[in-house]
């Protein structure tokens, strides 16, 4: 029952922006929720945290991402945004997003969206 659907992946040149949306099927401020996340996988590699956000304010990136992505909510449209500024082709992976919740199911995760940084 609970669904997550990221959306806005592409093929972005280097120092370009990408916004990415993951849509959630319930309310993303949920009290089963501990937080909300992306991740990302590139090939060949294990799959990596980039950014979490907690009730909605509080963050956490990667030490590769910071300063260039941001993580935000909009809470009336239970969607959570990856805004991904000064893209570099090793950005370039699957970026999925993750809800971490206190009760089975204890990760919900979408299905990916596809972000290549390539000139």
């Known amino acids: 029952q609970v669904q997550l659907v990221e959306s806005g992946g592409g093929l972005v040149q280097p120092g370009g922006s990408l916004r990415l949306s993951c849509a959630a099927s319930?309310?993303?401020?949920?009290?089963?929720?501990?937080?909300m996340g992306w991740y990302r996988q590139a090939p060949g590699k294990q799959r990596e945290m980039v950014a979490t956000?907690?009730?909605?304010?509080?963050?956490n990136y990667a030490d590769s991402v910071k300063g260039r992505f941001i993580i935000s909510t909009d809470n009336t449209k239970n969607t959570v945004y990856l805004q991904m500024n000064s893209l570099k082709p090793e950005d370039t992976a699957v970026y999925y997003c993750n809800s971490r919740r206190r009760v089975p199911p204890f990760d919900v995760w979408g299905q990916g969206t596809q972000v290549t940084v390539s000139s």
């Open positions: 956000i907690t009730m909605g304010v509080v963050t």
């Open positions: 319930g309310s993303i401020l949920s009290d089963s929720i501990i937080n």
